[in-house]
Nanobody, 114 residues
Framework: VQLVESGGGLVQAGGSLRLSCAYSGSIFSNNPMGWYRQAPGKQRELVAVINWAGTTDYADSVKGRFSISRDNAKNTVLLQMNSLKPEDTAVYYC?????????WGQGTQVTVSS
């Protein structure tokens, strides 16, 4: 079982980034997948979810700015982030939703400067 996130970086407010997550392991098959984030000193929060059929849901804080997608054949989940704000600064992780795998990936750092 493996979760590998990539695509983070430093961007100015209003900019865009696309995060990618490659996952392996049968425990993720047919399960909803999501992107989570954790800012310094804060709890990890779920910001975007996509189920096997492609139905999506978003936290209010990112609705209209972030878009999640998945390629089931390639075992990847993407997060397109537009109109980024300084408060989006965090380490971003992907994992299953509902029953996350306990072995989280290393995450990818997103830093948005004002």
């Amino acid at each position: 079982v493996q979760l590998v996130e990539s695509g983070g970086g430093l961007v100015q407010a209003g900019g865009s980034l696309r995060l990618s997550c490659a996952y392996s392991g049968s425990i993720f098959s047919n399960n909803p997948m999501g992107w989570y984030r954790q800012a310094p000193g804060k709890q990890r929060e779920l910001v975007a979810v996509i189920n096997w059929a492609g139905t999506t849901d978003y936290a209010d804080s990112v609705k209209g700015r972030f878009s999640i997608s998945r390629d089931n054949a390639k075992n990847t989940v993407l997060l397109q982030m537009n109109s980024l704000k300084p408060e989006d600064t965090a380490v971003y992780y992907c994992n299953a939703v509902g029953r996350p795998y306990p072995g989280w990936g290393q995450g990818t750092q997103v830093t948005v400067s004002s």
